[in-house]
């Protein structure tokens, strides 16, 4: 899905090609270029839904893409509210939809 990354952001700039890191993402797993953000992983393999409102449980994803709002907040590694367009990924890195206001989840 390499036609779906984003190669020049209007902040980060141009994004040159680095190693390639494995992310799993809602238990599947996906290839992503290490330090790449994981919202801009997520768009490459069309994943749009970020996470689910807390009242009436509608799907929310990208919406400023800078950091400002919350749209695009998931749970990674167990820890819910990451704003995803300004977070990098890295190897390993476990990532979840969220529901709601979401809960710390305590690894093992």
């Known amino acids: ?12 700039g141009d994004q040159e090609p680095t190693e390639m890191v494995e992310i799993t ?25 970020h996470r689910h409102t807390a009242k009436n449980h509608e799907p929310r994803g990208i919406f400023c893409g800078i950091g400002q709002c919350t749209d695009c907040v998931m749970t990674v590694n167990g820890k819910p509210n990451v704003r995803t367009c300004i977070t990098p990924v890295e190897d390993g890195m476990v990532i979840e939809t969220q529901e709601g206001y979401g809960k710390r989840r305590i690894r093992e």
């Open 1 to 12: 899905m390499d036609e779906m990354r984003v190669t020049e952001h209007p902040i980060l």
């Open 25 to 49: 993402v809602d238990g599947k797993k996906l290839t992503a270029r290490s330090g790449e953000m994981i919202a801009a992983v997520l768009m490459a393999n069309g994943m749009m839904v």
